[in-house]
């Protein structure tokens, strides 16, 4: 008897399946997708010092690493102010060097990084001028949480209202008296982080000179995707 309901059971689930399999798609169903976009100021200077030492032993490579860090961070972090200027070490390498087909240890390499970023875009480029033990590696620009938060709402509010007027428009327009939403998707895309102003390689400062920086410009868009189903 467990068996034979068992079937039964295996059965009826094999025809529902194929029976909506058969079913047609749904009728006066419109796919939409529109986007919106906004022009946002960066907030956020972003600051990467580099130190390069090599010598003929680890420890020496390292001491001296050490010194050039330890010299930056002393200019640093009497400037400090959470959220408008934070300073924090970066990467930290060291390897040998090889002699030709990977001979024998001939010498020592490493580097050190240190990363000066906020809000404080005037602090942030005179702390770059008073640094001298480290050279500038990088310098860009994002935009902070709290300005990506208040201008996604925004953004966002935005293209709603763009797809709700698509869809409004689409059912005067096939002489429907409206529509009803079935499915949608909001998204919204930021300025990549760190967004390179310059790029430089061991570059020179003049002592106590100020980096100079400009805040620049990034696009905050939104995307609404989704159907809509026309009614009469």
């Given at each position: ?22 079913l047609p ?30 010598g003929p ?19 640093a972090k ?155």
């Open positions: 008897m467990f068996v034979n309901r068992y079937a039964a059971l295996v059965f009826v689930s094999l025809s529902a399946a194929a029976t909506a399999q058969t798609p749904p009728a006066h169903v419109v796919n939409l997708n529109t986007s919106a976009s906004v022009e946002v100021t960066k907030d956020l200077l972003h600051i990467t010092f580099t130190a390069t030492r090599e032993d680890a420890q020496s490579v390292q001491a001296a690493l050490k010194q050039a860090l330890d010299a930056a961070l002393a200019q009497p400037v400090q102010k959470p959220g408008q200027i934070d300073v924090r070490t970066g990467n930290f390498s060291l390897y040998p060097r090889h002699a030709p087909k990977g001979g024998a240890i001939t010498g020592w390499q490493g580097s050190a990084e240190l990363v000066a970023e906020g809000r404080d875009m005037t602090g942030i480029a005179q702390l770059a001028g008073r640094i001298q033990s480290m050279s500038i590696a990088r310098v860009g620009q994002s935009l902070s949480r709290e300005a990506r938060e208040k201008v996604e709402g925004e953004v966002s509010a935005q293209a709603i209202g763009r797809f709700r007027a698509q869809a409004a428009e689409m059912a005067r327009a096939f002489g429907y008296a409206g529509y009803t939403l079935r499915e949608v998707t909001v998204g919204t895309n930021e300025p990549p982080p760190h967004v390179p102003v310059m790029r430089m390689q061991a570059m020179a400062k003049a002592e106590d000179a100020a980096l100079p920086v400009e805040a620049g410009q990034g696009v905050v868009s939104a995307t609404v995707s989704g159907s809509v189903t026309l009614n009469k």
